[in-house]
């Protein structure tokens, strides 16, 4: 049964007053289409809910009932309009948000923080996953944002440089170079190596490959993963060497050591999302990620 708001409105009033008048007055309405609609009311629902008098209105058994629940479905239905405004605005529901872990050490915490102070009815989920999969997410809708190695995107996502930042060479704190300050990247041409996995990341394996062949050799790689802290992780247990993003200096890993070389390549960052109009809320969070990190608006 659909209850008309309006008449629920008269209702309160009358059982609130317990006087038509005074309840028309309230209403700003005169006094016969008040008694009218409360006429109409005890129809639709098929029970007497008030008795009346010359001079006095009480509520019967079932106005009394009707009271309780009509305050209940008026005050869920504000909520449920400010709910809505606020949705439409961008300011409540939630954000799928993707990452790869080097972000953790380029600022991706103090964003959050930021996101949610500007926001803080909308619910942020984070998702470390590797840059291939986020595009994938992206793609088909299961992810708002995503920061990413940058990779070439499909047609359904679209993405925006953020950050670049040098290699720098990822050493196990024991290793005969972990103490020098810079050094020649052809010296660990007999090294095992750690790499990031192709398919987790294509450009980013062929990047740090192409290093080592810029420097002479073609390295030994024992150990492909699909994380960067899986590869520092590795490197602290001896099993190889690898050549890491110089955020992970941050990382504050035991038993490694990183250290510089010379190279013009550089890490870089992406910020993904899908193409396609975008949800209010989705827009002002692409908007926070643009200002945190200075990056231009794109049309």
Do not use: K
Request: charge should be positive.
């Amino acid at each position: 049964m659909d209850l008309d708001p309006r008449l629920l409105r008269y209702f309160i009033a009358v059982a609130e007053e317990r006087h038509f008048s005074r309840a028309a007055q309230r209403l700003h309405i005169s006094q016969p289409p008040l008694s009218y609609a409360i006429r109409q009311l005890e129809t639709q629902l098929g029970a007497r809910l008030l008795e009346r008098t010359s001079r006095h209105v009480a509520l019967t058994p079932a106005g009394h009932t009707l009271y309780t629940q009509a305050l209940a479905l008026l005050r869920q239905s504000e909520e449920i309009g400010v709910l809505v405004r606020r949705v439409d605005a961008g300011l409540q529901g939630r954000c799928r948000i993707g990452f790869v872990g080097s972000m953790l050490y380029r600022g991706l915490p103090r964003l959050l923080a930021e996101l949610r102070q500007a926001m803080p009815q909308v619910e942020h989920v984070l998702s470390e996953l590797n840059s291939h999969d986020q595009i994938e997410a992206v793609r088909r809708g299961e992810l708002d944002l995503g920061f990413v190695h940058a990779n070439p995107l499909p047609p359904q996502v679209r993405g925006q440089d953020l950050m670049a930042e040098p290699f720098v060479v990822c050493l196990p704190q024991d290793h005969p170079l972990a103490h020098r300050r810079r050094i020649d990247l052809a010296a660990l041409a007999h090294d095992d190596f750690v790499f990031f996995a192709r398919e987790a990341s294509p450009s980013y394996h062929e990047t740090v490959l192409s290093l080592c062949v810029a420097a002479g050799f073609r390295p030994a790689v024992r150990h492909e993963v699909r994380h960067w802290l899986s590869v520092c992780s590795l490197v602290s247990q001896g099993l190889g060497v690898s050549i890491v993003p110089a955020c992970l200096r941050r990382s504050g890993l035991a038993g490694t050591r990183f250290v510089n070389f010379a190279h013009t390549a550089r890490s870089q960052s992406q910020l993904i999302w899908p193409a396609g109009p975008a949800s209010p809320l989705a827009a002002r969070a692409l908007a926070s990620v643009r200002r945190h990190f200075g990056a231009p608006a794109q049309g």
